[in-house]
């Protein structure tokens, strides 16, 4: 519970700004300018040695001779001057910088050494440094606009964070017309240290803030920037745009997975795992935020449309087709109820047409009756202006219905100056609206995107899914095998051994290096059987003729051997060949032609991919892919998002095939991508799926060797739910516990937990009351990014449910080789140990993780505490500030 290490980037009560001048075109000048016409209430600095005031503030030669303490520095001066300047900061216990100077990264060698230079002075300081090359900070609420921006933000409850300074500028300039208020507003620059994961983590605790808008051009930190994104969208509605769609960054050309998956396809799936919502424009930006402001339910994405022109209508249908959203058909009792309301002539189907006459009663009966629809998720009541339309009435009927459902409804008045009354009715009661049917269901969209990724936010996967035990040992080995004979593409026969020890079935296979040896396999194996060319240098077998099927007597398998041999050297006279690899031929007459495949993207590392296989996989492009660890939930999304996933369903006189074999094998592929670090690429292709369950025939691997680290599942994006440590234990009257890492689905034990604490425990744990921790607080408890958090309860089943006892967290600082603690048992439970082995648990996985420190604080009156930390041999001593706060440290 101590201050956010951001707090003073936010919230500095006094700043310096090296550079100010009152030059014309002064970039530290317009900084102390904005500073001043925003009324910041701290104490308020100029630094240059050049004046002796600027602006009517006293100016200093440098930070050493202001004489008083100094939160913020904001610099404004060439490059080179930078790195000492933050020296100096750091030697004054300046907390953050704000540097704006161009010419680091961006500027070639000379301003990678100084951008070098101004990281290592930042970090053995301490000072948290925004920038360089941005445009700073705006906090409204606090009288902050530490930018050289003309513009500046009204104070509202949006956060603004963008790579771009530029961008902001212009966002700003767009929002004060359009009554657009912001809680803060962030450039990141070239992100040298503070980046979006650390300015998410603040947001998603600030009480200004209720969504957070995003402004991405490229992720320096995959691991972070999920960390702080996902931390962010489990309390408010995180709304993204990213420029750069269509470069793909993670094209490969090895397999058909590479040739499938771009960077922008990675990047959907990353923010569908984090639980926040992608926009294409900054229109739908701020069209998303407006809709996702109030946090309303929705259903689903089954969209009723009413309107009195049948044109809207059908664009709007249009539209929602393009974005995934559902026109459904009316309930029967909807039908009926709105026939004996509407005029004869209405449309009697989704979307209503209610006429061109309809007057406001009419809309009200309509949106009465789409509400109370059970097949609807929400409506949109759209207007064009008529003759008989009065758009101000008509207003009035959209809100009351709004007011009376829990639904979401939207509004579309089309036009200008005949509507202008509606929208202003909109504004005063908070009702979307937007003049274009495109624009209306482009929102709504956001709505059902958001809960769907909501849902996804809420999967915590270990790496180990599956119901087999697999062997990443043995496959482990042969991946080695195969790199110290310096090859970095398996055979098919070791791909598919490697497979094998996740428990994806394959089709058995054996090498061949002669006509005779390939005659005996194929008795062996039994007719019909598939040739293969075996060579490390062609990726796709079929292009150059490395493929005879449905071989089926033994004379012509010594034909077909030969004759392959002779094809392939033909096309491809460069290519090492090593014989043919023979399988039996995969001959259901019910099959499906899938494709399931690993990809390493340069952002996010491995991805899963799944769609169509077989040889046209380029022309079909059909797939879907995510980011693992997946579980059931997550890779049967994965199989749904796609066209093909249709057709795996019973259709005409084709059965079904075997969907829970195809997602087991999803989550084969899952557990062998958490827990081999060395895949770089991997197709399966085909993998054919029929009735009786799904068969590797094709398999093909890129590995290399992993790059050492401390950190656990390091090759990532998204830390694995850590199911390998806790364990159980007994007390010593016989009760049951097990310690575990917390799950979000332990929400409603932990709340309970908190809400039964003594009104002591809960003062000696949070130093506060329970009144006082927000609900963002308690679910932030069970929501963990165990990437950069642990939290362990310890449990007993109770009543045929689990009873939490205790629970002990860590979370490490900026710093990323500290951490601070927490332990509260419940009252009943104390004084039996379980403090104790929480505590070592808590220990023994932070020096497992690499960390180096653990600290805390406590009261100085929580003896129980004190004991704990001196037998587990922590240093205890007051806190300089306050005698009453002890301060606990041990060093692992």
Known sequence: MRPHYLDKLFAPESVAVFGASEKAGSVGGQVLRNLLAAGFPGSLFAVNPKYDAVLDQPCFERIGHIGQRVDMAVVATPAETVPGIVRECGEHGVEVAVVMSAGFGEAGAKGRRLERDLEEYARYYGIRVLGPNCLGVIRPGRGVNATFSNNTAEPGNLALVSQSGALCTAILDWARPHQVGFSAMVSLGDAADVDFGDVLDYLALDGQTSSILLYVEGIHNARGFMSGLRSAARLKPVIVVKAGRHAAGSRAAMSHTGALVGGDDVFDSALGRAGAVRARTIDQLFAAAQMLAERPKVGGSRLGIVTNAGGPGVLATDRAVDVGVEVPELAEGT?????????????????????????????????????????????????????????????????????ASDKPVLACWMGEEQVAP???????????????????????????????????????????????????????????????EHREVLSEMESKAVLTAFGVPVLPSVEVTSANQALVMAESLGFPVAMKINSPDISHKSDVGGVRLNIGNAQAVRHAYNELLEEVARQRPEARLHGVVLERMYTHPHRRELLVGVLRDPVFGPVVSFGAGGTAVEIMRDRAVALPPLNSFLARRLVEETRISRLLDAYRNLPAADRTALEDTLLGVSELV?????????????????????????????????????????????????????????????????????????????????????????????????HELTQEMLVRFTQIDYDREMAFIAVTERGGKEVELGVARYTVNPDGESCEFAIVVADEWRRKGIGTRLAQTLLETAKERGLKVMEGEMLSNNTEMRALAERLHFTVRPTDQDPGILVLRKEL
């Open 335 to 403: 039908v009926e109820r709105l026939n004996q309301r509407l005029p004869e002539h209405w449309s009697g189907a989704n979307p209503l047409d209610i006429l061109g006459d309809a007057s406001p009663e009419r809309y009200g009966e309509a949106l009465s009756a789409c509400l109370s629809d059970p097949h609807l998720d929400g409506v949109l009541a759209m207007l064009t202006p008529q003759a008989m339309t009065r758009p101000r009435e008509a207003a009035d009927a959209v809100v009351e219905a709004h007011r």
């Open 422 to 484: 509606g929208w202003q009715r909109f504004r005063e009661a908070q009702v979307p609206y937007f003049g274009s049917p495109e624009a209306a269901v482009e929102a709504f969209s956001y709505l059902a995107t958001h809960r769907r990724n909501q849902e996804q936010l809420l999967q915590v996967p270990g790496p180990r899914s599956f119901r087999s035990e697999p062997d990443p040992e043995g496959a482990r080995l042969i991946i080695e095998g195969a790199l110290a």
């Open 674 to 770: 958490c827990e081999l670090p060395h895949i770089q690429e991997l197709d399966i292709n085909p993998l054919m799926a029929d009735p009786g369950g799904v068969w590797a025939v094709d398999a093909r691997m890129r590995v290399k060797a992993p790059t050492p680290t401390l950190e656990p599942y390091g090759h990532m994006a998204i830390h694995p739910y850590p199911s390998e440590l806790g364990g159980h234990f007994q007390l010593a009257d016989g009760t049951e516990i097990v310690i575990r890492p917390i799950r979000p689905e332990d929400a409603e034990i932990e709340q309970e937990f908190v809400r039964n604490l003594s009104e002591q425990s809960k003062y000696f744990r949070f130093m506060r009351t329970l």
